[in-house]
């Protein structure tokens, strides 16, 4: 008889963090037959537990190394600055020719650090699918996550070939559209596209927080808002955790960026002083126009 078993792209997958973006990655692998066995690593097995009843993982480990050690791929979907930290303590165990990646939306120095802690015979190629929600957690995970969502690999002069490849094709697999980039180049690019935007969200929340304290008769702003507050500050829910580690991985580009967005600020805060009503319709034309320029 023919044999008619699946030919897996790996045969153990180990997931570092099994949280929206790990549980959905695994969701994918398991539903692609991309991978013979999932198993995961992390913080708290409540959350380990409720990944195998999803069927994100088929099993879980207490002890990194025995997680790994068996494992022709591992990602790291853990905060980025602990991918440095968790490399140096799982690393020499990681078999000779495994693929090490990870799904964070920082790359930058942190793929270089990454790869100077593998051992030589393991590859490290970052990538990061731009897909998510606003709310964490396996719990929220779907195998159709990154399907129709773009995902960057950053190789470096040091990256396998073959490794590099392989990671494509897994995330071609998952119905991402797969790009190429520097990863320092990266960091500029996601900083402004991104990283940015939810800096704008949080300040906006903020800002709402201390104009509520001016607001007479006792009225709850937030009680009369619509769907355009709602659009606009949908990311300020994001993972505080999360989203502190990015905005002091991608520190140097983001301060950068926030100074030029406080520029934007006080040219229109001008525009409203000197009632410059025709200025201010040039510059809300000119803001629709980039918008609707969006795909």
């Given at each position: ?33 991309l ?12 959350n ?26 591992i990602?790291?979907?853990t ?22 990646s990870?799904?964070?939306?920082v790359k ?21 699918p ?19 969502a ?7 002069p ?14 071609e ?21 991104s ?9 906006l ?20 808002s ?5 659009d606009?500050?949908r ?7 999360m ?21 934007q ?10 009632q ?10 000119q803001?629709k ?7």
């Open positions: 008889m023919a044999d008619t078993s699946p030919e897996y792209l790996f045969q153990q997958v180990t997931i570092i963090g099994v949280g929206l973006l790990g549980g959905s990655l695994g969701l994918a692998l398991k539903e692609q037959r991978a013979k066995m999932v198993v995961g690593i992390g913080r708290r097995q409540t380990l537990e409720l990944a195998v009843q999803l069927g994100a993982i088929d099993r879980f480990f207490s002890e990194p190394h025995e997680a790994v050690r068996d494992s022709d791929f990602v790291l979907a905060p980025v600055d602990t991918y440095v930290s968790h490399v140096q303590r799982w690393g020499q165990h990681v078999p000779s020719g495994a693929i090490v990870d799904v964070g939306s930058g120095q942190l793929v270089y650090d990454v790869e100077a802690a593998l051992p030589s015979t393991a590859s490290f190629v970052g990538a990061h731009i897909a998510g929600k606003e709310k964490s957690g396996v719990a929220h995970a779907t195998s159709k996550l990154f399907s129709g773009r995902c960057i690999v950053t190789p470096t040091h990256t396998n070939a073959e490794a590099l490849s392989r990671v494509r094709g897994l995330w697999k998952t119905g991402s559209e797969v790009l190429s980039m520097d990863p320092m180049v990266h960091d500029w690019v996601l900083g402004a596209v990283h940015l935007p939810h800096i704008a969200a949080f300040s929340m903020h800002a709402l927080q201390d104009l509520q304290d001016l607001t007479p008769e006792a009225l709850h702003l937030l009680d009369f619509g769907g355009g507050l709602r606009t500050t990311i300020a829910a994001s993972s505080p955790e989203w502190r580690d990015i905005c002091l991985a991608n520190r140097e580009n983001l301060l950068k960026m926030v100074d030029q967005y406080i520029m600020l006080q040219a229109f805060r001008q525009l409203l002083n000197n410059d009503g025709s200025g201010l319709a040039n510059n809300i034309e803001a126009t980039l918008r609707e320029g969006l795909s």
